[in-house]
């Protein structure tokens, strides 16, 4: 379904009965990122998928401007308030783990639990990411999305795991507004620290990370280290996409954490 809020129209997706837990997915994801969990993650409770402007079948604005972290935050709180979910768990991957975190630090009375998965409070360091990252601003102001996904393509390992990424980066990447990556990546490299905030947080919190997330393994740490009472779970096999990269442990570690703080 589409729900409008704040000039645009929202893509949400609604799984299962019972208490919603929210799924708020990455930079240049979409709801294909748990096309793999939703189903056993609805047995028993509903599950909500919600896609970011600019992602999926959201709206794409075209504009720059229209894509800041606040606006995100903005846009779950008024995606949630609209699905009329008085409380309920929040799950946030990556990018939407910062929304994620900020949201809590906004609202904290509105959530059960939350879970950040593979992401950070903090902005990312210079480094080899970074300049990865860079060279797929210039990729996408050149020849916009596609390219990038070309450029991306030959990273991609030719095996099992390797082919469903590729699948779901091309229908992600058929959906993404280039102004969304180029104002939203360049966010993630500069945006303001939380992690002080983080730590008069008081809502109960597990922290995921693959142990081969190389970029986001520290942050995770520093996390768990600041949130009162986090637990930290690291997934074994796994990089940046743990749901599709060791799903079985990933499904307990989540599983695990919505059963204690039910």
């Not at 102001?141 to 590729?166: H, K």
């Not at 959906?175 to 002080?196: N, R």
């Not at 693959?210 to 690291?234: C, K, M």
Request: aromatic letters at 4%; proline letters at 5%; glycine letters at 8%.
């Amino acid at each position: 379904m589409l729900i409008p809020v704040n000039g645009i129209e929202v893509a949400v997706e609604r799984t299962g009965d019972g208490p919603p837990l929210v799924l708020v997915h990455g930079f240049t994801g979409s709801a294909t990122d748990w096309a793999g969990v939703v189903d056993e993650l609805a047995t028993g409770r509903e599950v909500v998928t919600v896609e970011h402007r600019g992602h999926g079948n959201s709206t794409n604005t075209g504009d720059e401007a229209t894509y800041t972290f606040d606006q995100l935050v903005a846009d779950l709180a008024a995606v949630v308030d609209a699905l009329e979910l008085d409380r309920f768990d929040l799950l946030g991957h990556s990018m939407g783990g910062i929304v994620a975190m900020r949201y809590a630090l906004q609202h904290p009375e509105r959530l059960r639990s939350l879970i950040l998965m593979d992401t950070g409070a903090r902005a990312s360091a210079e480094g080899p990411s970074t300049a990865f990252m860079r060279a797929g601003f210039d990729i996408a102001r050149e020849g916009g999305v596609a390219a990038v996904l070309a450029s991306i393509e030959r990273f991609i390992p030719d095996d099992e795991v390797g082919q469903r990424t590729l699948v779901q980066l091309r229908d992600n990447y058929d959906h993404l507004d280039v102004a969304a990556f180029l104002a939203l990546g360049e966010e993630l490299l500069t945006h303001p620290s939380v992690l002080d905030r983080l730590a008069g947080l008081t809502v109960p919190t597990t922290v995921v990370v693959g142990e081969n997330d190389h970029n986001l393994r520290p942050a995770a740490d520093d996390l768990a280290a600041t949130i009162p009472g986090s637990v930290l779970v690291v997934i074994p096999d796994a990089a940046h996409s743990p749901q599709v990269e060791n799903r079985s442990a990933w499904m307990d570690a989540v599983l695990s954490h919505l059963d204690h703080t039910a």
